[in-house]
């Protein structure tokens, strides 16, 4: 990439934030202002940046646009399935991807493994909430108020004798899960089978999905998965959200 796309796509990020002074952009990009403005000034002729009545720069509205126009390019099973499928290469076991839609938890997306036990779970259907991983995910990091709606109407029933039969001890999971960045299901709905989970984000940042890795536990244990398949389980989880905007 050449110096000077590298300098625009700089300048485009750090305005995009808030208006800034050509002073301003030239401090961040550490050069001189002359070729800070020149930058700007051919920013602003394309109608990526504008120059506000005060002398500062922000976005220029036909950034805007074609952000609006690309929207459609960006359907988070469209990002995310290539990425999840060459996870499930690599790692050999049922890779799952779900999102949150309105008052439900959704599977949006599913990678079986070519050759191995298919699992339960089905594109379309309702997660378990207080039993799956990707449920702890994402309500680990949504503001209580929304947790606790999602799970007004969860009856807990108990599925296995790990599988978590309390609000309570469901909340303690939520902390634990924020505090480590993942989630796990220790063989919770089926005891033969266990999974981690980890939050995906969208442009602003907020968690709208998680994606998870499940395996037979003959396969690998959930020391198993933390340790071997985890890591890349969160790269791909870190590379889907930066691919819907989110910027660390």
């Known amino acids: 990439m050449s110096q000077t796309v590298r300098r625009a796509i700089d300048i485009l990020e750090f305005i995009a934030r808030r208006p800034r002074t050509q002073t301003e952009v030239g401090e961040h990009l550490g050069v001189h202002r002359s070729t800070a403005l020149r930058i700007l000034e051919s920013l602003t002729e394309g109608g990526l940046a504008r120059r506000l009545p005060d002398g500062r720069y922000a976005v220029g509205h036909r950034l805007a646009g074609l952000a609006h126009l690309a929207l459609e390019q960006f359907g988070l099973k469209d990002v995310a399935g290539e990425h999840l499928r060459l996870l499930g290469e690599r790692c050999g076991h049922t890779v799952h991807l779900a999102a949150l839609e309105g008052e439900r ?13 298919r699992l339960y779970s089905q594109i379309g259907r309702p997660v378990t909430l207080h039993t799956a991983g990707v449920a702890k995910a994402i309500l680990a990091h949504v503001p209580r108020e929304r947790a606790d709606a999602l799970l007004a109407d969860c009856d807990f029933a108990p599925h ?4 978590i039969t309390s609000l309570d001890a ?11 960045g993942w989630a796990v299901d220790d063989g919770e709905y089926e005891d033969f089978v266990n999974c981690v989970a980890v939050p995906v984000r969208d442009s602003s940042g907020e968690v709208v999905a998680a994606a998870s890795v499940t395996a037979l ?13 985890l890591p890349d389980l969160m790269t791909t989880a870190d590379t889907i959200s930066k691919e819907l905007g989110w910027r660390p």
């Not at 296995?160 to 599988?163: A, E, L, P, R, V």
């Not at 469901?170 to 480590?180: F, G, M, P, V």
Request: hydrophobic share 35%.
């Open 105 to 117: 938890i959704v599977y949006v997306d599913k990678v079986d493994p070519v050759d191995g036990v």
């Open 160 to 163: 296995t004798g790990t599988t």
């Open 170 to 180: 469901y909340r303690k999971a939520l902390t634990e899960t924020r505090a480590r």
């Open 217 to 229: 536990k003959a396969k690998a244990d959930l020391g198993a998965l933390e340790s071997e398949v």
